[in-house]
């Protein structure tokens, strides 16, 4: 069997991982012209540690989470999550890692695997013995089966689906890292700062570095063109906590990346003969419950599994197709209601949500932060590639 995967990011990547981990042959195709510095972070919740450590991939270059904590907008902790014991008892640490350094591990733990840049996928055609990937330069490439792991503007899902709008939720999101140290953010160690319609996010990463992140509610229009720059953020949060503001003090502009808030309706239909979906292009979500890379982790290992037991490539794709759908439905579902209650800009609710944060029983903040983390891998097979 050989597969193509559209699309050179997190999902990709580990779906050209778990590829070859299985015996099977995989080329990656990337519309990008060179591989870029993405300037942020993410972090890997327990559900993709797992499937990661199963393929033998190194994520020395994050930094474990070991403290994560919500606070007010001067820096107070409204409430510090059990995220100790919550890894305990996945089995698994959440790791922050820079998205260009995961990358790079991703691309290493692929080996030989063709990947070729500049490849802009014009568009695909399914043929007697599999499918043919057209690229917009005129080149092609054929397989028996091809995967778009290709974001949120995925061009195979609008052939698969049609082309359709993305969903804006009406708030800009800030991100960028950089080197950093201070005290009231040790290593090991998350902040979320929550105001009215505001947020910061404050992550180590190691090696010096924090991700840093801020959200501001805005018009739909005004999120999707939102073009100013480090000064006007700095004036978003004067006088929150003196580590938000030196953080962002500290950055060069140019370091500092600008996205809408957005994510799709659910797709339920991900496939179309021999091709299918994986990630952002199947299910992009909000990232409020960070599992935005770590479900299109699942997804490769998943779908690489199927792939590997059933011989016959169209059932392989739908069982993946039916085995993934509803825990990402969920993710979709849960990572919307949980930016809604972060988001809130009525003082009054604001002050509730505060409230309940600081008073609600523990073993509910665990149930909460366990559910979207818990998967079962597969028992596998894995041969050397």
């Known amino acids: 069997m050989k ?50 450590d199963a393929l033998g991939v190194d994520l020395s270059a994050g930094s474990p989470l070991e403290y994560f904590s919500i606070r007010t907008t001067a820096g107070k902790q409204l409430r510090e ?66 995967i778009g792991a290709d974001g949120i503007g995925s061009q195979v ?38 105001g009215r319609g505001v947020r910061f996010g404050l992550i180590d990463i190691g090696g010096g570095r924090v991700y840093w992140w801020g959200t501001k509610n805005l018009p739909v229009e005004q999120a999707r063109t939102w073009n100013g720059g480090k000064d006007a953020i700095a004036t978003v949060f004067a006088g929150w906590a003196p580590e938000v503001t030196e953080v962002i003090d500290r950055t060069p502009d140019a370091a500092i990346h600008t996205v809408p808030a957005q994510d799709r ?22 990232t409020s419950l960070s599992q935005g890379g770590s479900s299109s982790v699942e997804d490769a290992y998943v779908l690489a599994h199927h792939l590997a037991s059933d011989p016959d490539p169209l059932s392989a794709l739908r069982g993946y197709e039916n085995a993934r759908r509803d825990r990402t439905r969920m993710l979709v579902a849960q990572s919307r209601k949980l930016s809604t209650l972060e988001q809130i800009q009525n003082p009054a609710v604001v002050r509730l949500r505060d409230a309940v944060i600081r008073v609600a029983p523990m073993s509910v903040l665990r149930k909460q932060n366990l559910a979207p983390m818990r998967f079962d891998l597969p028992v596998e097979q894995f041969v050397e590639s």
């Open 157 to 194: 899902r609008a052939q698969v689906a049609g082309a359709a709008p993305v969903t804006e939720h009406g708030y800009v999101c800030w991100l960028a890292t950089v080197p950093f140290s201070d005290p009231r953010l040790p290593a090991g160690h998350a902040n979320h700062y929550w």
């Open 3 to 52: 597969a193509i995967v559209i699309g050179a990011g997190i999902g990709g990547l580990t779906t050209a991982v778990a590829l070859r981990r299985r015996g099977i042959e995989v080329e990656v195709y990337e519309a990008g012209p060179q591989w870029r510095d993405s300037g942020t972070g993410l972090g890997l919740a327990s559900n993709a540690t797992k499937v990661l």
């Open 81 to 146: 999550l059990p995220i100790g014991a919550i890894t305990a008892e996945l089995g698994s640490p959440i790791v922050n890692i820079h998205r260009t350094d995961l990358i790079a591990t991703l691309r290493a733990a692929a080996g030989d695997t063709p990947i070729r840049l500049g490849a802009r996928l014009s568009g695909y055609t399914r043929t007697g013995d599999g499918v043919t990937a057209l690229f917009e330069d005129g080149t092609s490439a054929h397989g028996d089966v091809l």
């Open 265 to 286: 309706p659910f797709l339920e239909v991900w496939g179309d003969g021999p091709v299918t979906l994986l990630g952002d292009a199947a299910h992009p979500m909000l």
